[in-house]
């Protein structure tokens, strides 16, 4: 239990649905992060947010958006995804931005059909 | 630009055999350096750091010292365990506002 809480688990969706993925952190944090992880590749940093207010965005296409509504919760909204989108996403917070030491989650497994 | 590069996996060993996993690092600097593990279904935890040349983390019998002049950081386990079976990333930090840099990961598998 590392404090950080994403659901759903597993999503499976179609190119044309939408959907979002839920993190809650219990940590007092205050700042999350949303990466990618898919085989054979580097963990993708995807967006980060600082105090709610969003500080990074790593040329992710505009078919994923983010969400910070406080400093305790992080959605990711999906939309018109493609098939190569399907992948681990990852939840994380820290102290503070940029730190070394990130709190995952344990992910949220998409399918995209 | 800042890089990560780690030893292909996987890497599959009998319980309490030595362990080396290779990390190398491109980055102007001093940057910080860590070991992550992700055990099946679990996401990422932090295994150790090291923050300036020299410096060795150690944690769980894990190590892994920063070495500057070979821009390297491998982690080494004396005597691996099946619990131990999991995949590690290496990942670096450049300066007190840097996001994190990982490496492919490293998938471990131990046998009894």
């Known amino acids: 239990e590392t404090g950080v809480t994403q659901t759903p688990r597993h999503l499976v969706m179609g190119m044309t649905n939408k959907k979002s993925l839920k993190c809650e952190q219990h940590l007092g944090h205050n700042a999350m992060y949303w990466y990618k992880q898919s085989a054979k590749k580097p963990l993708e940093l995807m967006f980060v947010?600082?105090?709610?207010?969003?500080?990074e965005n790593n040329s992710v296409p505009s078919r994923f958006s983010p969400e910070c509504p406080n400093s305790s919760h992080l959605f990711l909204h999906l939309h018109t995804l493609q098939p190569e989108d399907s992948a681990l996403y990852l939840c994380?917070?820290?102290?503070?931005?940029?730190?070394?030491?990130?709190?995952f989650g344990e992910g949220s497994r998409l399918t995209v059909l | 630009g800042n890089s990560v590069t780690q030893m292909e996996g996987p890497v599959t060993l009998s319980e309490e055999a030595f362990l080396t996993i290779n990390c190398t690092y491109t980055?102007?600097?001093?940057?910080?350096l860590f070991w992550y593990v992700q055990y099946p279904g679990e996401g990422l935890q932090l295994l150790l750091k090291a923050t300036k040349a020299d410096d060795k983390g150690s944690n769980k019998g894990f190590e892994a010292t920063y070495r500057k002049e070979t821009t390297s950081f491998h982690l080494e386990k004396g005597s691996v365990q099946v619990s131990d079976s999991a995949v590690y990333f290496c990942a670096l930090q450049k300066g007190s506002q840097g996001n994190l840099i990982f490496g492919k990961g490293t998938k471990l598998s131990v046998k009894p």
């Open positions: 980055a102007t600097g001093y940057p910080s």
């Open positions: 994380a917070s820290s102290q503070d931005a940029g730190p070394g030491e990130l709190f």
């Open positions: 947010y600082s105090l709610e207010e969003r500080v």
